[in-house]
């Protein structure tokens, strides 16, 4: 099956660090979805990248689109203690296709 | 506004006992979403609906049924809980047909217990 590698696992952070994660995976897909998900609640799509080389920000988000269309980064600015949460990387062949999910980031952030 | 509603948000019930989750969605979306998500793992695709069409994922266990009786609303049935079904159910919608990459949208999710 796909092999989609998310890290690092967890992260530490002080309050105001700007935070970087990166999602790997073993196949070409045409879409990479960058979800946040607090605890409880559902996961929430921050930012969806849909060609290589493709740079997108949402607020003090931004994300990549690999060139090789086989990873992905996720960068923070300026962390700030409601930034807690599991990070999920996620892909999909294109449309309503099966969605691969990574393994997550888990963020705390230290005020 | 919630777009996605998940009820109930909690759900306990007996092993064995069948129980239902509903999703209802005012987006509009033609595919519904059914994931598995245990703790401190990814969400894991159960099956899918595309408008009526049922779509199963290969490794979904015969103990988890679904039903759309219409666009905004899609449930999900476990026929005899175990205690390895405890999970939270989250629901999710996408349109497809438009000709856009459209990405999936989330409720917040039902969090089974099994006693």
């Known amino acids: 099956g796909q092999q989609l590698n998310q890290s690092p696992q967890s992260m530490f952070i002080q309050e105001g660090e700007d935070v970087s994660m990166n999602c790997t995976s073993s196949?070409?897909?045409?879409?990479w979805l960058w979800y946040k998900q607090d605890p409880g609640e559902g996961p929430v799509l921050l930012i969806a990248?849909?060609?290589?080389?493709e740079l997108t920000s949402n607020g003090r988000l931004t994300a990549q689109f690999g060139i090789t269309r086989k990873d992905s980064f996720l960068n923070i600015s300026a962390s700030i203690p409601s930034d807690v949460g599991i990070y999920f990387c996620?892909?999909?062949?294109?449309?309503?296709?099966?969605?691969?999910f990574g393994t997550g980031t888990k963020l705390q952030v230290i005020p | 506004d919630a777009m996605v509603i998940q009820n109930p948000r909690y759900q306990v019930t007996q092993f064995g006992k069948p129980v239902t989750l509903s999703c209802s969605q005012t987006?509009?979306?033609?595919?519904m979403y059914w994931y598995q998500q245990k703790s401190s793992q990814a969400p894991k695709l159960l099956f899918h609906?595309?408008?009526?069409?049922?779509?199963n994922e290969a490794d979904t266990p015969d103990n988890f049924q679904s039903r759309r009786p219409n666009t905004s609303f899609c449930f999900l049935d476990i026929r005899s809980p175990g205690l390895g079904d405890a999970a939270m159910y989250l629901c999710?919608?996408?349109?497809?047909?438009?000709?856009?990459?459209?990405?999936?949208?989330f409720g917040d999710g039902t969090r089974l217990s099994i006693l």
């Open positions: 609906y595309y408008d009526k069409d049922f779509n």
């Open positions: 996620a892909l999909t062949p294109g449309g309503y296709q099966k969605v691969t």
């Open positions: 196949s070409i897909f045409n879409t």
């Open positions: 987006l509009n979306h033609n595919v």
């Open positions: 990248l849909y060609k290589a080389g």
């Open positions: 999710a919608t996408s349109r497809e047909g438009t000709g856009a990459n459209q990405p999936q949208h």
